[in-house]
């Protein structure tokens, strides 16, 4: 079961003030480090309305009040982060409830950060490009370009291992499209002969 991208090209202006390791994943969605006083004017500037935190620690009073300031949501699931972390440790369900926020166009834009951007968030964004079909070499070379000499191989194992199917089924009770304005949108190659069959059950 094949899935296509249908995007536009996006131009993010990114100049001082931006967190370190910040990038565009793909339209309305970002990852960076953890953002800190000195970046909430370029954040502001992205309209967000979703943060998807990574760390198990509380989040801190000055950054929950900016995102209470600017009506922003914030989804945590803590992963433990550690210089060795063991691969087991890297938690397969949780990972999965974070892509399910992010494959819900209603929490877009959205900026995915841990500490640093680099282990936590990158295993997050290897597993949905895997749910993109994007090809593991191409999946773990964005992994490694982010994580730079701290790439851990355990990391790369967990999302070559990661399984993707259970999220599939999930996208067809997700709305995935801005309504009206012409964006990209999620879609299936045979969505609309998965649909006759619900029609017809």
């Known amino acids: 079961m ?3 991208m249908i995007e536009e090209e996006v131009e993010v202006e990114v100049g001082d003030g931006r967190p370190s390791n910040f990038s565009l994943v793909e339209r309305g969605i970002y990852r960076s480090s953890f953002p800190d006083s000195s970046n909430f004017a370029f954040l502001e500037s992205l309209n967000l309305r979703s943060i998807v935190y990574l760390c198990p620690e509380q989040y801190p009073e000055e950054n929950s009040e900016f995102l209470r300031a600017n009506g922003i949501r914030l989804y945590q699931f803590g992963i433990q982060g550690t210089k ?4 087991v440790n890297v938690p397969k369900d949780t990972i999965t409830e974070a892509l399910k926020v ?3 166009v209603r929490n877009h834009p959205v900026l995915i950060h841990c500490k640093q951007g680099k282990h936590r968030t ?4 290897g597993c949905l490009r895997k749910l993109q079909n994007w ?3 191409s999946v773990l070379d964005e992994y490694q370009h982010f994580a730079g000499a701290k790439a851990r191989p355990t990391d790369m194992k ?3 291992l990661f399984d993707v199917s259970c999220l ?7 709305i995935y499209r801005y309504q009206g304005l012409g ?3 999620l879609a299936y190659q045979d969505e609309t002969l998965h649909q006759k069959r619900i029609s017809t059950n």
């Open 2 to 4: 094949g899935i296509v």
């Open 84 to 87: 060795k972390e063991p691969f």
């Open 102 to 104: 992010l494959l819900d």
């Open 122 to 125: 990158g295993c997050l964004v």
């Open 135 to 137: 090809c593991l070499s």
């Open 158 to 160: 967990f999302i070559e």
């Open 168 to 174: 599939r089924q999930c996208l067809y009770s997700i």
């Open 183 to 185: 964006h990209r949108r």
